[in-house]
């Protein structure tokens, strides 16, 4: 009973480096998502998909790229990170009827 | 303005106590709303919907009124477990399906101490 599943756990990169965040679910859902959490600030949207090979901007997309290739993973490119980017970030896989349901994210620190 | 607000908190009260968390969205259009609970370095978890006519589950009770953008949790008899960050969170979607973009409060913080 898998759920979502996001890695890694931790993450450290210097500024410039790229790396990838990886997220896969076996639910079927349709939705995936990409957000980020900074302190005082709640979670906010990176990208969305709503099915594979469909991804949109949400509200912070800057400095990041998504593709859906499969209905299962929903990976989240940083191209060339920056300080700014330190953050949490959770993925989420939401069904047609159902809640939104979390991995159990990334803490990524940019140096 | 924010789209969701919540009072941050923290929230600091006994075991048994009662304690309310209010959250105001901005966008009348929205056609959903939940509380999720998420713990210390933890990814948040549905809580329960809040449904028009308000809804129960055990110690928590969820109001929503529409015509002032409102939203409420009521923890009843407050448990040491209860302690968690509480977010507020809605579908900002007029159709109904959220398609996967939610709106997130900044959370509010509960403590229960003994």
């Known amino acids: 009973n898998a759920g979502v599943t996001q890695t890694p756990k931790f993450q450290v990169l210097k500024t410039g480096q790229s790396m990838t965040l990886q997220c896969a679910q076996d639910?079927?859902?349709?939705?995936m998502s990409w957000y980020r959490q900074d302190p005082g600030m709640g979670l906010r949207l990176i990208h969305y998909?709503?099915?594979?090979?469909?991804?949109d901007q949400g509200e912070v997309p800057n400095g990041y790229n998504v593709s859906r290739s499969t209905t299962e993973d929903f990976p989240l490119r940083l191209l060339s990170a920056a300080p700014s980017q330190t953050s949490v970030y959770f993925c989420?896989?939401?069904?047609?009827?159902?809640?939104?349901?979390f991995g159990q994210g990334t803490r990524l620190t940019v140096v | 303005r924010k789209e969701v607000e919540q009072d941050p908190g923290p929230f600091n009260v006994p075991e048994g106590a009662t304690v309310a968390f209010n959250c105001t969205y901005s966008n009348s259009a929205s056609q959903s709303f939940f509380w999720y609970r998420q713990d210390c370095r933890k990814e948040p978890k549905l809580l329960m919907s809040?449904?028009?006519s308000g809804n129960e589950d055990g110690r928590f009770t969820a109001q929503l009124n529409r015509a002032s953008q409102y939203i409420s949790l009521l923890i009843r008899d407050s448990k040491l477990s209860d302690s968690a960050t509480y977010l507020c969170?809605?579908?900002?979607?007029?159709?109904?399906?959220?398609?996967?973009?939610?709106?997130f409060g900044q959370g509010t913080i509960l403590t229960v101490h003994p």
């Open positions: 998909s709503v099915g594979a090979g469909i991804t």
């Open positions: 989420a896989s939401t069904g047609v009827n159902t809640e939104a349901f």
């Open positions: 969170v809605v579908n900002p979607n007029a159709g109904g399906t959220s398609y996967g973009k939610l709106t």
């Open positions: 639910m079927n859902h349709e939705y």
């Open positions: 809040v449904y028009s």
